[in-house]
């Protein structure tokens, strides 16, 4: 069973910086792809960053490029998103997913996902 744990949301000032973790368990993650994604209430859920786990091919929203990092680490099952420069839009609950095979962005193509953490940025 795997289960994915999202942690490091909280308040922040516009322009701040904050690191959110997803530690994933029940399998070891090779050939699985880890993704972030985002919602605000009354719209959908949308893609934010992606990576093939622990491999180079990452990829990200447009919104997100340059501000966001994506990474992992292999010995904790753990993968992490850098969140620089934030902006009052970033405002969302973040949510972990993971699907087995390539990177892709449609939130219906992974299986598992996390509860979520919120991340506030105020102006």
């Known amino acids: 069973q795997v289960q994915l744990v999202e942690s490091g949301g909280g308040l922040v000032q516009a322009g701040g910086s904050l690191r959110l973790s997803c530690a994933a368990s029940?399998?070891?993650?090779?050939?699985?792809?880890m993704a972030w994604f985002r919602q605000v209430p009354d719209k959908e859920r949308e893609f934010v960053a992606a990576?093939?786990?622990?491999?180079?091919?990452?990829l990200y929203a447009d919104s997100v490029k340059g501000r966001f990092t994506i990474s992992g680490d292999s010995a904790k099952n753990t993968m992490y998103l850098q969140m620089n420069s934030l902006k009052p839009e970033d405002t969302a609950s973040y949510y972990c997913?993971?699907?087995?095979?390539?990177?892709?962005?449609?939130?219906?193509?992974?299986?598992?996902w996390g509860q979520g953490t919120q991340v506030t940025v105020s102006s």
């Open positions: 997913a993971a699907r087995r095979g390539i990177v892709l962005s449609r939130n219906s193509d992974y299986d598992y």
């Open positions: 029940g399998r070891t993650f090779n050939s699985y792809t």
């Open positions: 990576m093939y786990w622990l491999g180079s091919n990452t």
